[in-house]
């Protein structure tokens, strides 16, 4: 979400370190995904490996308990974030083959994406992304399946905000 690295091995290499944060834990989260390409001698492909992974913040420290979804914790995001998903945490959705998350600013734009898997990460990119401020209304759906997980956050601007009414 945050960017994009590659690198070229012009001779045969037996391993690689890519640090994905420099400090002792990461301070936004990211999703990457990840494409090791393999060429011949004559730079045609001959195969590629993919992988996805996903950077949470929370993973490597305290992790905030909010005990109420209703909490300022659990309604307000401040940057990119990870959001997970997995058909199997319902009996009802546990056979989905794939997944749907609907993105909706309130009095705005709407973005639906086809995720290929009923279980993952998506990295949703609001900081720099064109989506603004605002209130959004995410909705988790699996096609051929009953049920439906719905979220309701707030993007607020950095910095101080005073409400008057």
């Known amino acids: 979400m945050n960017g994009a690295f590659t690198t070229n091995f012009v001779e045969v290499t037996s391993n690689y370190l890519w640090r994905v944060f420099t400090t002792s834990s990461p301070s936004v989260e990211d999703v990457y995904d990840l494409r090791m390409t393999f060429y011949n001698g004559s730079d045609a492909v001959v195969g590629a490996l993919t992988s996805r ?22 309604t307000t995001v401040r940057d990119n974030a990870v959001i997970p998903y997995d058909a199997g945490w ?17 009095g705005g734009a709407v973005q639906t994406h086809a995720l290929s898997d009923a279980a993952g990460y998506y990295g949703w990119k609001l900081k720099h992304g064109g ?28 910095g101080t905000l005073i409400g008057i009414k």
């Not at 950077?55 to 914790?73: Q, Y």
């Not at 401020?133 to 979220?151: M, S």
Request: glycine share 8%.
């Open 53 to 74: 992974l996903a950077v949470v913040t929370a993973a490597f420290g305290k992790s905030a308990v909010i005990p109420s979804t209703a909490a300022r914790g659990w």
């Open 90 to 106: 319902t009996a009802a959705t546990a056979d989905a083959v794939n997944s749907r998350l609907v993105i909706a600013k309130v």
């Open 131 to 158: 989506w603004g401020y605002g209130t959004f209304n995410l909705a988790l759906t699996f096609p051929g399946a009953e049920g439906e997980w719905d979220a309701t956050v707030n993007y607020l601007p950095n």
